[in-house]
């Protein structure tokens, strides 16, 4: 579904599906909600998926359209059939022919040029036809809240109850006067244009929901001051109600904390800007979805192929802690029960066990580990021995996966890619609580590899999941790619710096970075660029990990403590 919404769009468009069975679908611009229907057929979720991407495509869901339907159900189905209509004909060429069938009883017989267009006709009285189900529906509200501010801060509780107040004062004016005296008695009007008020949130707010940009004034009218002629007519107070009933029955979703709410699942991270040397906050959404490719990636064997006995000793005195034991030869502290049981032995003739002492030993395992594999298209690509890349990069973090685990390290297991900041995929493999097992490796086979690789949010997502779930004092991310970070507007220096970025917040959040390139053919020195030297080891096959990664590790873990003091 989303392979078919970009080639529509042109773009990487992101997909959720609306478990509300009998709804329609819809788009924000960025994001298609495909609605649940039953008995549905997977041809019909393609049609309205088309319909949608198509609108997306044609631009039709600017805020400058979409600020006039707010509250006018019968002006936005009839912009909506024009639209349809429009962009499908616009991008005819990328349609099949049965969608382009079925759009014909639906002909307007207009001919709009653009949106725009489209919402004068609308607003016209030419007979138009009503659009059927399958055409979805548009929220305008939803679009024009994207783009409103009201303040330069996020909005408080305190900030909705104000909103959630004024807005009542338009239902509290009544009717019984005529247009202009409401238009000078209205509490609205008053809390709109009073000096004190015109700067507050409230009045910004509305200023840019109704695209004012001043509060409307008699003389202004008459002496047709831009934007207020329209401003005094009766309709435009029936238009203010329609607009507040529209917010109010949407408020609990539109305005949970802010205008942008992010969907349920998602987690949200910034980005940095080094143009700017600031973060775009809110920029990217990383969404966790379980391995769902249809085949196996690889053979079962590419697991096996190697022992992890030659790694699990190479790693084994990583962030070791101490740990009290028993039944020692020597020690600080004697065993009371186990002395009780050697002088019984003793006074019964036997040699009894001289074991008594307790000791605190340097065997505890301290070290949580966040494995995350490169699931991006490139990885596909063969080597000069036949195999692919993909499979080299799967084969070493199984094997760090089963060494580290074996040892007593908490170890997590990730698949991660992009396609675009909207959708930065993780396929969780293994969980820190879960244990090693067959189940894990099918999961690793189910993985599904395709877009790019956005790093920065990847190393973002991934210290986030240590810091909450390793329950460890030292944490390391052993981040798996074959080259450099690349996505849709996410590339050269601009991705460069924000992995360097990311791997320094990471640093200061106690988590060390460490990027193994296996099997790549990337340049050596660009990619210890991008990650940095300490942080970067590049190899050509899984086994060289036991003689070069342990002193690697110990290198960011050690720069890791340097930051904490």
């Known amino acids: 579904m989303r392979l078919l919404a970009g080639a529509v769009v042109g773009r990487p468009v992101s ?3 609306l478990q509300q069975v009998g709804g329609r679908s819809w788009s924000d611009g960025e994001r298609i909600y495909l609605a649940a229907h039953e008995h549905e057929h997977i041809a019909d979720r393609r049609i309205e998926l088309m319909v949608q991407a198509a609108l997306v495509a044609g631009h039709s869901l600017d805020s400058r359209q979409m600020r006039p339907l707010i509250g006018r159900l019968d002006l936005t189905q009839r912009y909506l059939v024009l639209e349809v209509e429009r962009c499908c004909r616009l991008i005819q060429d990328r349609l099949p022919s049965d969608l382009c069938a079925r759009l014909l009883p639906y002909r307007t017989g207009q001919q709009p040029g653009s949106a725009a267009e489209s919402l004068a006709i609308a607003r016209s009285r030419a007979a138009l036809p009503t659009p ?19 303040s330069e801060s996020r909005l408080t509780e305190q900030k909705l109850s104000q909103l959630e107040s004024a807005l009542k004062d338009v239902d509290a004016d009544g009717d019984h006067e005529d247009d202009e005296d409401r238009l000078h008695k209205s509490r609205f009007w008053q809390i709109f244009s009073s000096p004190f008020g015109r700067d507050s949130f409230f009045s910004r ?15 202004a009218a008459d002496s047709g001051v831009d934007g207020s002629s329209e401003l005094v007519s009766g309709r435009l107070s029936k238009h203010i109600r329609d607009i507040t009933q529209a917010i109010r029955s949407s408020m609990a979703v539109a305005i949970p904390g802010s205008f942008v709410a992010q969907e349920t699942g998602a987690h949200t991270y910034p980005e940095w800007d080094s143009a700017a040397q600031r973060y775009r906050p809110h920029w990217v959404s990383v969404e966790e979805v379980d391995p769902h490719a249809e085949e196996p990636q690889f053979d079962l064997d590419v697991l096996h192929r190697q022992s992890e006995r030659a790694l699990q000793r190479s790693l084994a005195s990583l962030c070791l802690g101490f740990q009290r034991h028993r039944d020692q030869p020597q020690g600080d502290d004697l ?15 036997h040699c009894g066990d001289e074991r008594v002492y307790a000791a605190n030993l340097r065997t505890r395992r301290d070290l949580g580990v966040q494995i995350l594999i490169d699931a991006s298209s490139s990885t596909l690509e063969r080597g000069a021995d036949g195999q692919r890349v993909f499979e080299r990069h799967v084969q070493a973090a199984w094997l760090l996966c089963r060494s580290m685990s074996l040892l007593g390290d908490r170890v997590a297991l990730h698949a991660f890619n992009s396609w675009g900041r909207s959708l930065v995929r993780f396929q969780p493999v293994k969980t820190f609580d879960e244990p090693l097992g067959a189940l894990l490796a099918k999961r690793l086979r189910q993985v599904a590899v395709a877009g790019y690789t956005r790093c920065g949010a990847a190393i ?5 999941m240590l810091a909450v779930h390793s329950g460890t004092p030292y944490k390391l991310l052993l981040l798996i790619s074959d080259g450099y970070p690349y996505d849709d507007q996410y590339e050269g220096e601009y991705a460069i710096d924000d992995t360097l970025k990311a791997i320094q917040d990471a640093r200061e959040a106690g988590v060390a970075v460490v990027c193994l390139s296996v099997g790549g053919d990337a340049d050596a020195k660009q990619l210890e660029r991008v990650y940095g030297a300490t942080n970067y080891l590049g190899l050509e096959r899984p086994e060289q990990m036991c003689t070069r990664l342990c002193g690697l590790i110990e290198r960011a873990l050690g720069e890791v403590g340097k930051v904490a003091v």
């Open 205 to 219: 707010f509305m200023q840019e929901v109704m695209d004012m940009k001043s509060s409307p004034d008699k003389n």
């Open 335 to 349: 065993v009371l029960d186990r002395m009780i049981r050697l002088a019984v032995d003793l006074q019964s003739g």
């Open 15 to 17: 997909i959720t599906y």
């Open 132 to 150: 059927p189900p399958w055409f979805g529906m548009l929220r305008p509200w939803r679009m024009v809240r994207k783009g409103l501010q009201g």
């Open 460 to 464: 973002r997502h991934a210290t986030a």
